[in-house]
């Protein structure tokens, strides 16, 4: 749906290319990066490459939520860095206002609308969860009656308002316009140009693409979910798949039947939790819920084919808004998430100090990759920052283990989860173990 729009054509590279940077994989991060980089360094040649299109992937499949929280979510983040979560939710607003700022001085039409976060109690135990929240400074609690007359649900026990911390966009068109803005600040990118090797042999960094060999002082890999360039990376994050479903444009009796009208995103509370939200011509996109991952690792086209997930997807928002049973779908898609097991970004350098990377966002990087893309360029340059001197970026995630394994492990978690959604809340032994050892999820 998001990419069903005309977007401008990037010729592959062809031949040699020199460049200072080369920035590999033109999601948010890689635009973010190669956009960042120009400003920073005007008089610098920068490249940036994909092996498809700009935005081809999650970039331009996600739900358009883009949250403050660099650590996916607070409680994530306090259990593993408890002496810089205060410092980490400030930068995490820092880079929200900034993202905001950068897209008003740019000029970008990405459909921004700063609406907040409006997270959903529809289980009795999830209620208290929302008062602790309220009572940590997360926001304002709503009881049934106020959550109610915001949206009209008859699965909503209670709310939680957080009316800063979240904006909405078309991810799309998001990707689209950094790429044009990346372009009028003297980036060059090229579509269907693959990197498929790295050599740091010399002096300079060589990467060979389908058709052309790249020379570059320094390399930014933001590849995200698909094969690191750098081996040894690759045991450090695996894909997930969701799935996404958008009805039809609502018209305004409809809409009527459900309020809405502060257009937040919501999210419920659950470990297997659904997001969703109103685009500029008032569908509901609808995702989330099942997080699939398949043996091996592999990322393949092929998986986001899977019918009964999307009739699941199709009954729990029928479920949820029952006063919506003449509503159809549109559209249905699905994409691969790259997660690790921190669920949040993580950072690295190689090849003596000139090729860094991130991996790991786990679903929440719409915002988070701006970020990243801005502690890639710190690292390269060298520089001290308060970014840089984060533990969340100088340590590194355990990795997964090799398969058999990790499938064994990610399918007995992904059980348990659902278990605790359905026993009010209560962790079994895995999930009991897994946090104790800091490898538990908390959505």
Known sequence: MWLDIPRPDYPPLSGSVTCDLLVVGAGYTGLWTALHAAERHPDRRIVLIDAHRVGWAASGRNGGFVDASLTHGLENGKSRWPNEIDELNTMGLANLDGMQSDIERL???????RTGMLTVATEPHQVQWLRDAAADGEGQFLDQA???SEVHSPTYRAGLFSPDTCAIVHPAKLAFELARACTQAGVRIAEHTNARSLDTAGAAVRVATT???VTTRK???ATNVFPSLLRRNRLYTVPVYDYVLATEPLGDTQLDRVGWRGRQGIGDCANQFHYYRLTMDNRIVWGGYDAVYHFGRKVDPAYEDRPATYRRL????????????????DYRWAGAIDTNTRFCAHWGLACEGRV??????????VGASRFAADVCLDLLDGDDTPRTRLEMVRKRPLPFPPEPLASIGIQATRWSLDRADHAAGRRNLVLRTLDAVGLGFDS
Request: glycine share 10%; aromatic share 16%.
């Open 211 to 213: 058709e052309a060999v």
């Open 219 to 221: 390399v930014v890999l």
């Open 107 to 113: 000029g970008l039409d990405v459909e921004w609308q």
């Open 314 to 329: 199709a009954a729990h928002f029928f479920l949820t808004f029952p006063q919506l049973s003449d509503v159809r779908f």
């Open 146 to 148: 106020a959550v109610q």
């Open 356 to 365: 860094a990377y991130v991996n790991g966002y786990t679903g929440l990087g």
